[in-house]
């Protein structure tokens, strides 16, 4: 904890002087800072230190950017914009064809399912008629009996069994 402490307030001290040094205090924070220079002698040396760095920063060569530099900086961007462009493009085209394929299955699958309505209604009708089979195989026979009541009562006594419940 301690070390951090003393981590934590050499950091303030240095961004202090930082800004000492390029006149970004305000008035009464530099007559501070400049009092505590009056009477630190760690707080000098710091401020030497920092002072030491800025007149060498001021004594390097400023590297200017040629004009190969900028061209082949230039030529760069643009390969990459490039390549960007082409896997926008790419990405966009595999959108198209996923559509394509997606409403072609959509139609495929619709028309698929209308077919198997079609036929089921087409072949309602057959159907009916093979549930209507029994009584269509004997519609000479039933032609001479008086009422469907009759016919219900020789169900009721088991005169039909063995030839299932359609048979009437």
Do not use: C
Not at 8 to 27: I, M
Not at 146 to 165: D, I, N, P, T
Request: aromatic share 6%; proline share 2%.
């Amino acid at each position: 904890m301690n070390v951090e402490r003393t981590q934590l307030d050499a950091a303030v001290v240095e961004e202090e002087l930082v800004a000492y040094l390029d006149g970004e205090l305000e008035a009464a924070d530099q007559v501070r800072v400049e009092r505590r220079l009056a009477d630190d002698v760690a707080y000098q040396q710091k401020l030497a230190q920092l002072q030491k760095a800025w007149d060498l920063l001021d004594i390097l060569h400023k590297a200017e950017p040629d004009v190969e530099f900028t061209r082949s900086t230039v030529e760069m961007v643009a390969i990459q914009e490039g390549k960007e462009a082409e896997q926008l493009q790419a990405a966009a085209e595999r959108r198209k064809v996923a559509w394509w394929i997606g409403g072609g299955l959509a139609v495929a699958l619709s028309a698929a399912a209308g077919f198997v309505v079609v036929q089921y209604q087409l072949q309602a009708p057959e159907r009916q008629l093979l549930r209507d089979l029994p009584v269509i195989e004997r519609v000479d026979q039933y032609r001479h009996v008086e009422s469907v009541e009759f016919l219900e009562r020789l169900r009721q006594e088991g005169l039909f069994a063995g030839e299932g419940e359609d048979a009437i």
